[in-house]
């Protein structure tokens, strides 16, 4: 992430809001489980809360404390290894597959880490002169967006560890979603040309949506809305799972090996199909957005609907004018919901409800440059066989999302809030 | 474990007063763990603690109350099947390797549970008269040592699980043993013949210690003491992991599969061994029998001594007339001691301390009949690839150790208390 | 194998004929073979032909002309470790289970060393005085031995590979076996008492044969023939593989690891079950002998049978007084036969036909002593987790079987000629 | 693959001559091959010398000779699912893990094969009137296309087996490439600007390469020529596979769980480095451009190099006016050779010595269209987490290569004749 220095003309105590903001809404994610919940991990993509309660903190002891404060002493040197999420530079990591294993430190002792590791930043903080800008305040406004990730990382692990448990237990009740029968999908249309892509200096941006460049990308279309779980049920009664020709070679491979027939969470009983939810096991919503698949799964709807999916830059130039409304973690929905009834003549759902994927593979722009040190590992050493997923979730946070921002997944992975939209060339 | 109507004089007052007992001391085994502790599976031989404490009561639900009580309504419909270790005659079972996943029901929660069965256990006994000693005591006394069994399983398994933490916490602080110095290994000699082994009818026994029966034994000796972890230390410095003429092949590929070189738990520092222990990370004590080895490793030092692992035939043979003393569980040392100082005239460390490996493969007595119904289960049909180990350990409640007690392992496993004694032909 | 010098009366001449008589017949046994046949390693157990030539052919190199030959030069250095099996005292072993990877030396290479090889031993024994009788005499005789295992295992697995393709290829046209309708099983009744049990001194046999010792066995009944596809379809029809009561519970997880649900090479058609041999695919024999079982589907059948499987030591002194006749590799059937009709008055199909299994897990007798040196390796080490097989198949050279003859397999394998007869306590 | 109707003017005769040439070629190949090198598969990547020969075999009578011959009957119908490699619309195929398990049909009844099915497409052909160009003449010069990439893959395939075999037996004796010192590594600019991609209408290309359509491509810098053995031990050298910074987070994974450290078939002893050359194991040539690498070593060499890879675009537009020449197979080298000496003005080696790894995955041009019918499978299938490889190599016969022909491989693949060179934006 590049913060310019224009930008930190709201430090420090603008920061320091963020900070403390950030810390607490991670803590408030918390509320509903108990120390058990917080300890499990489902699989090695998964990581239990309250390692993602102590990695977070560790992030800010690692990368702003130890290097401002002289003679800094640790709060603990063994979480320099236990906590290390995957920075080579830093040193050591306890293995991430085994994240599960460690009882301790306790929820309890966790928390007392990050009371004591936020008191000391905002302690840094306060120090700072109104005038003084240092280059260590992007640190903590990266640390602020990274706190945010994990937030939304520890709305689809623990999802993922209670969808596991036959009792299907509730994270909490959840918001309703507005009922409402979206109209049929429509196609929005764009212009052929050389476009600028990409986060122009200044202002909060990861590494990767820059360096702003151009691209030559040829006219297309692209639907105004997400596809529905009835349009997908549609397609997995039309065999859909069992057609070859309509996969890539490695999704057929896939569904084969892992037995997959439906996305990821859905569960079919005698009374029809239902979708465990954070707020437990419920009815297929015919209308919602389609959730928790793979990029195979998508890339196969699409062919069968005649359509593809839209690559990252037509994505963003579609973007581009639209305001950034929509479900996020906020409406407290913590599910996908339907689009708004009536006539579109803009796309709908572009930002939150689930993240969208691309057929863009995940790779550096044009004249990408890390950042520099250990913090260059954030997101470019990932550059290679992920594909790009754009516009956030409902387990996005507001603040977090931009039109530039880059998600990015393994083709097979499906436990976090991905659907998808069509696209097509212009007729 | 087959109870003859003469035991159950003392029922069923005597019953509830060991089953009150035996539950009692299942909780207080769980004082010193956090809920965390409690959750984690570090292996798919190891069960959380609180899967524990959820099995042994589903086993008194499942065989006493369901079959006693008419129109029994369960306490929870899906704990059958999420409690259910091997019972294939039960019904379905959770998978094994994936306790470890459920967070729910909580700890807490499972301690209602236990509350809630105990009570109505308890209620069950009160009904009975004096005089009525139903079948079913039997299947309670049975649970009583099911529920012993676990009592010790959850030592072992919560200590795997905290040496899995570079942390390296202790479970508690233990009693000291004595610091001795014990006499060199002597024999003792037995005379060959015909002679009986096995439980007689009447008194406590699992199924597998019947029928009693003649086996003709050669005249042997056997080591009279444990070996200690000095003398495992001289086969290690003396190349014993290197020499593939002292193993077996099947172990010769398991220590170089997985880079076996000590005993499990050992870890090497610039200061010297330490073994890790439930009191935590402690210099190794070399006058302490050898722990958690598996059959192979204590099979090549046997070779490497010029000797060989008794069978357990001669393992009884020699306990014949010795009384149950040892370190059992309730010593609170919860390690293997050292052997007494001084001159020896019987074999010590027999019982507790840790459990013995034998030459003997785990198969059916003569004549073995598997009790009736589910709880045929119990132990018959593990009686293939795995060995007999007897004598009890350091884990072990002392009211549980017989000598005609068979436990059983496979010859990879050492996460158990085991070690071993040596034997040889009389020379 | 131990052979006493006064058995060595023969030497040299005699060996020198066995030695020749059996390289031969190796040999013939690969007449029908392509070279692409002799190069394919179908699974880690199997071993291509070319490799069971060489192999063999290593066999006389390193153990016989390298240490009696001063200043040896080995045919090809590099064969020492390409073609040594498990010997980890002669030195580096080409992995097992890259045997198939070897297309150098082809077989015509491999045939000159053969012929190479043996033009050396000839050599060797020709130089033998009548009155010298060496050690090393011994070494060959162990080495005819060893070739004769060799020839059984080159049908065995070629058997496997052949089955592995979907042709269904002959290895070659078979004997027919009689067409016959043996009587029902019988049974036939043994006192109980202090028997002698292994090879006495003197005459050829293993180091695993020996030494005879005395075992105190109980009354029991041994059937009087091997159980029959048609009996073993009638365990299959009530639902043999379905009901886990039946089953040890190794059995239980390894019929549903790999689906079994019939003997492996049994193959079910519109028109019936049919059986893959080396002759190739033809309808099920219903009175010939059930044949490549594991242990646990023959452990399985007994108790649904209301039997069990006999120990070796039942079986041993149940052929105690037998003359060694049956279907061998010289009947040129290949396959077990049924056995013959009419009353019995003595067990039948006791050497020949399929290796038995017995429920005696694989250990060393009292006071077992392997071979001095490198060859101590053949048989002690792989005392761990197998079962002992008795009595030969219709693919071991009838020279080759002996009452006191104990074969070993782990209990899941099946691609031996493996079967069974039942066992139960005296009535 | 689409071929215009315009080429088909030299129809049929000449595709006969194609045709013909192509599967001599084919053959030739196999002359120093034994039957039992043809029968191995190394691992699953690697198919059996045989199997190639009866699969290009199996695309002439599957996609020619079946639709073009009324009641056509086939050779042999079990071939149809036997040597189908991926075609899942065309019915089963056999596993590809287990091509190397078939040792039938041999490889002299496979030649029949060939033989018989080439007579019938030459008969096919021959019927065919000058001015009669039907479609399927197309699938012809596809199926020659397929053909030559087969070529490439026996060469690739059999190099794999020969090196697993610990006596490195050579294909056969090489050419000897010319033994110079090139000019260092310079640079060729290039002018940013919307340039056009890929292959135009008319003209053999597969559909991969098509349509042509504008990208626009900033200015940079390319190589001129490939990087040398020297100057990637250079890399090793500097602890290159030792330092996390250099490497994509998969490629760290990868060469620590398969413990890389220096290209594949490159083997240390004790007097240097050596490489395993189709021609055997020689010493490592410092000037040959380094070779059977995957995409994460090229891109760590490239990072530490501080340039980077091209894309496939800027390569493609590097080449346009190159004229193809370079050392394929009919140079008989069989293996990488050093660039020429003396200054250069162009790019060296564009063409030939290895397939040079772009940054570029592998996705479908904008507007892609597959072929209709199971050919479609040929190449869009793939199209996910691959990296495209451009320009041929020493085993690419001359006339299959075209600037615009895309290969893809997965990164972690180097068994194929993979190298590349460096990249970099203007300065």
Same mark, same amino acid.
């Given at each position: 992430?590049?913060?310019?220095?224009?930008?930190?003309?709201?430090?420090?105590?603008?920061?320091?809001?963020?900070?403390?903001?950030?810390?607490?809404?991670?803590?408030?994610?918390?509320?509903?489980?108990?120390?058990?919940?917080?300890?499990?991990?489902?699989?090695?993509?998964?990581?239990?809360?309250?390692?993602?309660?102590?990695?977070?903190?560790?992030?800010? $002891?690692?990368?702003?404390?130890?290097?401002?404060?002289?003679?800094?002493?640790? %709060?603990?040197?063994? +979480?320099?290894?236990?906590?290390?999420?995957?920075? $080579?530079?830093?040193? $050591?990591?306890?293995?991430?597959?085994?994240?599960?294993?460690?009882?301790?430190?306790?929820?309890?002792?966790?928390?007392?880490?990050?009371?004591?590791?936020?008191?000391?930043?905002?302690?840094? @903080?306060?120090?700072?002169?109104?005038?003084?800008?240092?280059?260590?305040?992007?640190?903590?406004? @990266?640390?602020?967006?990274?706190?945010?990730?994990?937030?939304?990382?520890?709305?689809?692990?623990? &999802?993922?560890?209670? /969808?596991?448990?036959?009792?299907?237990?509730?994270? =909490?009740?959840?918001?309703?979603?507005?009922?409402?029968?979206?109209?049929?999908?429509?196609?929005?249309?764009?212009?052929?040309?050389?476009?600028?892509?990409?986060?122009?200096?200044?202002?909060?941006? %990861?590494?990767?949506?820059?360096?702003?460049? =151009?691209?030559?990308?040829?006219?297309?279309?692209?639907?105004?809305?997400?596809?529905? !779980?009835?349009? +997908? @049920?549609?397609?997995?009664?039309?065999?859909?799972? *069992?057609?070859?020709?309509?996969?890539?070679?490695?999704?057929?491979? &896939?569904?084969?090996?892992?037995?997959?027939?439906?996305?990821?969470?859905?569960?079919?009983?005698?009374?029809?199909?239902?979708?465990?939810?954070?707020?437990?096991?419920?009815?297929?919503?015919?209308?919602?957005?389609?959730?928790?698949?793979?990029?195979?799964?998508?890339?196969?709807?699409?062919?069968?609907?005649?359509?593809? @999916?839209?690559?990252?830059?037509?994505?963003?130039? /579609?973007?581009?004018? $639209?305001?950034?409304?929509?479900?996020?973690?906020? #409406?407290?929905?913590?599910?996908?919901?339907?689009?708004? /009834? *009536?006539?579109?003549? !803009?796309?709908?759902?572009?930002?939150?409800?689930?993240?969208?994927?691309?057929?863009?593979?995940?790779?550096?722009?044009?004249?990408?440059?890390?950042? /520099?040190?250990?913090?260059?590992?954030? !997101?470019? &050493? %990932?550059?290679? #066989?992920?594909?790009?997923?754009?516009?956030?979730?409902?387990?996005?946070?507001?603040?977090?999302?931009?039109?530039? +921002?880059? !998600?990015?997944?393994?083709?097979?992975?499906?436990?976090?809030?991905?659907?998808? =939209?069509?696209?097509?060339?212009?007729?």
């Amino acid at each position: 992430m590049v913060i310019s220095t224009r930008d930190l003309a709201l430090a420090g105590a603008d920061v320091a809001r963020d900070f403390a903001a950030a810390r607490a809404a991670t803590l408030a994610l918390c509320d509903p489980l108990s120390p058990e919940d917080c300890a499990i991990q489902s699989m090695p993509d998964v990581s239990p809360t309250r390692w993602h309660l102590a990695h977070t903190t560790w992030f800010f $002891e690692t990368f702003v404390l130890e290097p401002q404060i002289a003679d800094y002493v640790p %709060f603990k040197p063994a +979480y320099r290894t236990l906590f290390n999420s995957y920075y $080579e530079t830093v040193g $050591e990591q306890h293995p991430r597959a085994q994240r599960g294993l460690l009882s301790r430190p306790t929820l309890a002792e966790v928390l007392v880490y990050r009371a004591v590791i936020d008191q000391r930043v905002l302690e840094l @903080l306060r120090r700072l002169a109104p005038t003084d800008r240092p280059a260590w305040l992007r640190v903590v406004q @990266l640390g602020v967006q990274h706190e945010q990730q994990h937030q939304e990382l520890i709305l689809t692990d623990i &999802k993922h560890v209670l /969808a596991c448990n036959p009792l299907y237990p509730a994270y =909490r009740q959840a918001a309703a979603a507005p009922a409402v029968a979206p109209a049929p999908q429509g196609w929005l249309a764009f212009e052929p040309g050389v476009r600028w892509i990409g986060r122009e200096a200044g202002g909060i941006a %990861f590494d990767n949506e820059r360096p702003r460049h =151009r691209v030559y990308v040829d006219s297309f279309e692209l639907a105004d809305r997400l596809v529905t !779980n009835a349009e +997908y @049920l549609a397609f997995i009664d039309d065999n859909g799972y *069992g057609r070859s020709d309509l996969w890539l070679a490695d999704g057929w491979a &896939k569904i084969h090996a892992d037995g997959w027939a439906a996305p990821l969470y859905w569960v079919h009983r005698e009374d029809g199909w239902h979708e465990f939810t954070l707020a437990g096991l419920r009815p297929l919503e015919p209308n919602a957005p389609v959730c928790h698949l793979s990029y195979y799964e998508a890339d196969a709807f699409a062919r069968w609907a005649g359509a593809r @999916l839209p690559t990252e830059q037509e994505w963003e130039i /579609a973007v581009e004018d $639209e305001s950034i409304e929509g479900n996020f973690v906020e #409406s407290e929905r913590l599910h996908p919901s339907p689009a708004p /009834a *009536g006539p579109r003549e !803009n796309a709908a759902q572009l930002f939150g409800d689930v993240w969208e994927w691309t057929s863009s593979a995940y790779a550096p722009y044009p004249g990408f440059r890390p950042l /520099a040190g250990s913090l260059g590992e954030y !997101n470019g &050493k %990932f550059m290679c #066989s992920q594909y790009v997923l754009r516009g956030g979730s409902c387990a996005t946070p507001r603040s977090h999302v931009r039109p530039t +921002y880059r !998600n990015f997944f393994y083709p097979h992975q499906r436990w976090q809030f991905s659907g998808f =939209r069509l696209a097509r060339a212009r007729g």
